[in-house]
């Protein structure tokens, strides 16, 4: 089945302590990108990567690091989390950055950073 | 200003009535114009994807798309308890950058049988 897999789907965490969050997807997509999602604001991009070793800033990349050594995994990584990181993150997976191809997303990750 | 508006709802409607979602843009550069549903807990998942001005018919929903206004709708018939949902509209144009979605706010969608 094609998927976009995050982990883990709930996590509450202390200001300053880093973690990762891990996407993987299974249809060899070229085009991998994080979104959060808040209330009132819609989806924002946070980073994207076109491609192994091609990655660039979204809208709002404060505060974030993504890394993409294999085609299949982005992961997005929070060096020193604050309050106003608590969200919902999705990650998203194309064929290619040509918009005529479908994004599919990840179930989602729930983070509260307190 | 925000490059795409949309109402945020809450909507709720009885089971079988015909629903508008709307979204309005000022980027007259858009040219690709996507409507999403997500369900609880759930990721998105694409429902409709237009390229021109015009409507789009696939089963019970329709979407149209007004360039000239910079407006497009999402237009569901009959609608089931199984459309409850939040429905985001997104777009992009030929240029974009790397191929980024910009999203509507969503609009909250419950269908009472």
Known sequence: EAQVTQNPRYLITVTGKKLTVTCSQNMNHEYMSWYRQDPGLGLRQIYYSMNVEVTDKGDVPEGYKVSRKEKRNFPLILESPSPNQTSLYFCASRMSESMNTEAFFGQGTRLTVV | ?113
């Open chain 2, 1 to 113: 200003q925000k490059e795409v508006e949309q109402d945020p709802g809450p909507l709720s409607v009885p089971e079988g009535a015909i629903v508008s979602l709307n979204c309005t843009y000022s980027n007259s550069a858009f040219q690709y114009f996507m409507w999403y549903r997500q369900y609880s807990r759930k990721g998105p998942e694409l429902l409709m994807y237009t390229y021109s001005s015009g409507n789009k018919e696939d089963g019970r929903f329709t979407a149209q798309v007004d360039k000239s206004s910079k407006y497009i709708s999402l237009f569901i018939r009959d609608s089931q308890p199984s459309d409850s949902a939040t429905y985001l509209c997104a777009m992009s144009g030929r240029y974009n950058q790397g191929g980024k979605l910009i999203f509507g706010q969503g609009t909250e969608l419950s269908v009472k049988p």
